[in-house]
């Protein structure tokens, strides 16, 4: 079966510091990754989406940037943070485009 | 007008009760038609999938779509109170994206 991992679980950065928040999948191969935000009390927000090696969309322009290094990685990345950047950052994937996707726990983010 | 809209209650309810959590939208390109439960502090997890009118049964959850009306649906049966949390439709076009509803808070009172 597949499973999709998150990590850290929670994260507190100063603001201006470097961010790196990583996402791995096992159990499938080529999937489609996809980054979102929730902030409190609102929906999620599809941040970027991947749907293949080196193959990034960006669907809000922000202070934030994707990778995908390898089939089943997919790392979210900030030079300098900024108080807006705090949320509950959460990765996902899928089978392929139109299929349920599947989310991983999440990483919540405060920015001090 | 969001492309979605959910009612972000909280909606309370006893144990045992049925409960009817439901979303409207507005663009007839919406084929695909999903629920999530979220547990607070725990990321989405997929509860039913649909992709034609009418409805699907998995348990204590059935899920309708109403294409026509543009209007979606989860009901849960006897719920209990483990059923407490937040619940989000997803509606997606056959494209990389999904739509989200804000989600509907739902608390089940012992």
């Known amino acids: 079966s597949q499973t999709i991992h998150q990590w850290p679980a929670t994260l507190v950065q100063p603001v201006g510091s470097p961010l790196s928040l990583e996402c791995t999948v096992e159990?499938?191969?080529?999937?489609?990754l996809y980054w979102y935000r929730q902030a409190a009390g609102r929906g999620l927000q599809l941040l970027f989406y991947s749907v293949g090696i080196g193959q990034i969309s960006s669907e809000v322009p922000q202070n934030l940037s994707a990778s995908r290094p390898q089939d089943r990685q997919f790392i979210l990345s900030s030079k300098k943070l900024l108080l807006s950047d705090s949320g509950f950052y959460l990765c996902?994937?899928?089978?392929?485009?139109?299929?349920?996707?599947?989310f991983g726990d999440g990483t919540r983010l405060s920015i001090l | 007008q969001k492309e979605v809209e959910q009612d972000p209650g909280p909606l309370s309810v006893p144990e045992g009760a049925i409960v009817s959590l439901n979303c409207t939208y507005s663009n007839s390109a919406f084929q695909y038609f999903m629920w999530y439960r979220q547990y607070s502090r725990k990321g989405p997890e997929l509860l039913m999938y649909t992709y034609s009118s009418g409805n699907k049964e998995d348990g204590r959850f059935t899920a309708q779509v109403d294409k026509s009306s543009k209007y979606i649906s989860l009901f849960i049966r006897d719920s209990q109170p483990s059923d407490s949390a937040t619940y989000l439709c997803?509606?997606?076009?056959?494209?990389?994206?999904?739509?989200f509803g804000g989600g509907t808070r739902l608390m089940v009172k012992p």
């Open positions: 997803a509606l997606n076009n056959a494209g990389n994206m999904l739509t």
């Open positions: 996902a994937w899928s089978p392929t485009q139109g299929q349920p996707q599947h």
């Open positions: 159990g499938t191969s080529n999937p489609n």
